[in-house]
């Protein structure tokens, strides 16, 4: 006959209490984890974009007002780069060409701003403007026209000369 079984301690079981130290722990942890991202972020970037917001509004709303003048006169303008300069041509809103206008164009490079140049352009047709020049590679330009009663033109292209 075989001796039977020395009593020893009871099988473990999970309790309501070991179950709510569980959830408690997890989310002690994640809440831990949320709050120092949410220093590290603060502490890298505190959310103030421009040294002068206010100021950086009040240019930004002129601008969206002179937008807004610019498409009420309702010119055009395309622009191409020529193996000996740029060549813009302007248009009003019917199409036809917009002649005798002071023209001149800001030329920069995308990623630097050495090199950068400011042409006059000539009227060699109507509503046709050209300004030599001898680039290689790509450019912004910025086109700006003013007639007679000083409305504003501003036209901005990349070109890129070969």
Not at 18 to 30: C, N, S
Not at 36 to 57: C, D, M, N, W
Not at 70 to 79: E, N
């Amino acid at each position: 006959m075989t001796a039977p079984a020395a009593p020893g301690r009871p099988p473990f079981t999970v309790k309501g209490w070991h179950v709510a130290a569980g959830v408690v722990g997890f989310f002690a942890i994640v809440i831990g984890v949320d709050i120092s991202f949410l220093v590290i972020a603060y502490r890298t970037h505190p959310g103030q974009v421009e040294a002068k917001p206010y100021e950086t509004g009040l240019i930004y709303n002129a601008e969206l007002e002179r937008m807004r003048a610019q498409d009420a006169l309702g010119w055009r303008a395309g622009a191409r780069a020529t193996p000996v300069g740029l060549e813009v041509v302007l248009e009003d809103r019917a199409g036809a060409a917009l002649e005798g206008l002071g023209v001149s164009a800001l030329l920069q490079r995308p990623a630097t701003e050495q090199g950068r140049a400011e042409v006059r352009l000539t009227e060699v047709a109507p509503g046709q403007y050209e300004a030599p020049l001898t680039l290689k590679g790509t450019w912004d330009v910025r086109i700006e026209a003013r007639d007679g009663t000083g409305h504003p033109f501003i036209a901005e292209r990349r070109l890129t000369w070969r």
